[in-house]
């Protein structure tokens, strides 16, 4: 059985992951904006298949919602894949941006205003027409009330450090060379919180390497498996 789980970031879904035989739930909040909820999901989706233990991957946003699955149930996993993302809580300018956006798109729904907001950022210049088209296309069909909640969910999140600290799993930490959101010194500063981490540049690529280098990711992924038995 395939024990392998990928989180999406924001404001994307599953389509964002090219990778066969992977559990890529599509995730939705509901109720008090909060990531633990949406850990919570996802800890259904593994009760449901049977999965006892699994190798934890996330994308930027996917990657807050794994540490807030961690913080609820680090027994349920033997592995961590952190591609473009962070352990460390928002600034207030960043938070103030993201109720701002969060109030936008209830305002005025989603829209081009949004793909311009963040294809720029997500994207590196090497990105594809047909990665373009894709992020694109997952961007703008996604409902209002999602981008809202997750943005206020995202706001709330917590400092991971300590929790990050305490575990004993092995970890790969995966950066597009061209991240703007989370570049690689971030990268670098999450890889060193972690007791067992292997990290990795992936050329050609901003925040979304799975979208812009699939067939990189997936060979880093793979090589790093096998390199630590998992
Ligand atoms: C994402 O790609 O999931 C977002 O850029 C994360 C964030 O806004 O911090």
Redesign the pocket.
């Known amino acids: 059985m395939n024990d392998l789980v990928l989180l999406?970031?924001?404001?994307?879904d599953a389509r964002m992951w090219d990778v066969p035989g992977a559990l890529t739930p599509s995730l939705r909040g509901h109720g008090q904006p909060d990531l633990g909820t949406v850990a919570d999901q996802v800890l259904g989706v593994l009760d449901e298949r049977g999965l006892e233990k699994v190798l934890l991957g996330g994308?930027?946003?996917?990657g807050?919602v794994a540490m807030a699955l961690l913080r609820r149930a680090p027994e349920r996993v033997k592995g961590l894949v952190f591609v473009?993302?962070?352990h460390t809580a928002?600034a207030p300018e960043?938070v103030a941006n993201?109720h701002a956006m969060a109030d936008r798109v209830e305002r005025d729904g989603v829209g081009e205003w949004l793909v311009e907001a963040?294809l720029p950022?997500?994207l590196g210049p090497d990105a594809s027409d047909t990665a373009r088209a894709l992020v694109r296309t997952m961007v703008l069909e996604q409902r209002a009330e999602d981008v809202a909640w997750w943005?206020r969910a995202?706001a709330k999140r917590p400092d991971s450090t300590d929790l990050l600290e305490s575990l004993d799993v092995p970890s790969l930490v995966l950066v597009g060379e061209h991240d703007r959101?989370?570049p690689p010194d971030v990268a670098a500063k999450l890889a060193v919180t972690l007791r067992r981490s292997t990290s990795e540049r992936i050329e050609n690529a901003g925040?979304?390497p799975p979208v812009e280098q699939p067939g990189e990711f997936r060979a880093r992924l793979e090589r790093w498996r096998g390199q630590v038995g998992i």
């Open positions: 999406h970031a924001f404001p994307l994308c930027s946003m996917g807050y473009d993302t962070k928002d960043a993201r963040m950022n997500l943005q995202m959101i989370t925040h979304l």
